[in-house]
């Protein structure tokens, strides 16, 4: 099981960190903050390079943590967060599947973040290493907690036209 939990750790948290950079650094094809902060605006989050920052932040800090297995549901949390924004705000018009930009993606983030984030990071860890336990009680409090603050983030939203 340890070696399991790992490779899903390693391929997720690199990549959802990645998906972060593109935001933060417009790295890997991504638009930065400036471009990103302008979508955001268009989504109706003012300031959008706030918000832009906010989830790119939480998508880079959120997969390594995932990535190197430290701080528990820490990690998994802060994406739980992240993709259930975009999910609801970017893709729920688009159906289920990708290719319609649907909520196919953000939906196995989420998914995968909420599995990690109950069953722990397992043995090859850094948690395990530092002898950081964390209960299941815990861990679903603290998912919970993240999936609350994403739809409160959501009530954030701005919905009149933005003017020039």
């Known amino acids: 099981m340890a070696?399991?939990?790992?490779v899903l750790r390693l391929i997720f948290g690199i990549v959802m960190a990645a998906h972060g950079a593109q935001k933060l650094f417009g790295w890997f094809g991504g638009y930065g903050l400036n471009g990103t902060g302008g979508y955001f605006e268009s989504l109706g989050f003012r300031p959008g390079r706030f918000f832009a920052f906010a989830a790119g932040?939480?998508?880079?800090?959120g997969g390594l943590l995932v990535a190197i297995g430290l701080f528990g549901p820490i990690g998994p949390a802060l994406v739980l967060a992240t993709m259930i924004v975009a999910?609801?705000?970017?893709?729920?018009?688009?159906?289920?599947?990708?290719?319609?930009?649907?909520?196919?993606?953000?939906?196995?983030?989420?998914?995968?973040?909420?599995?990690?984030?109950?069953?722990?990071?397992?043995?090859?860890?850094?948690d395990a290493l530092l002898r950081i336990d964390t209960s299941l009680a815990l861990n679903a409090a603290i998912l919970t907690a993240a999936a609350l603050g994403g739809f409160a983030n959501l009530a954030l939203r701005r919905h009149e036209p933005v003017t020039a």
């Open 87 to 126: 999910a609801i705000t970017v893709h729920w018009k688009g159906g289920l599947f990708a290719n319609s930009n649907g909520i196919e993606l953000p939906l196995l983030y989420a998914a995968a973040a909420i599995a990690i984030g109950l069953t722990g990071p397992g043995a090859l860890s850094l």
């Open 57 to 61: 932040a939480s998508e880079f800090a």
């Open 3 to 6: 070696q399991g939990l790992l």
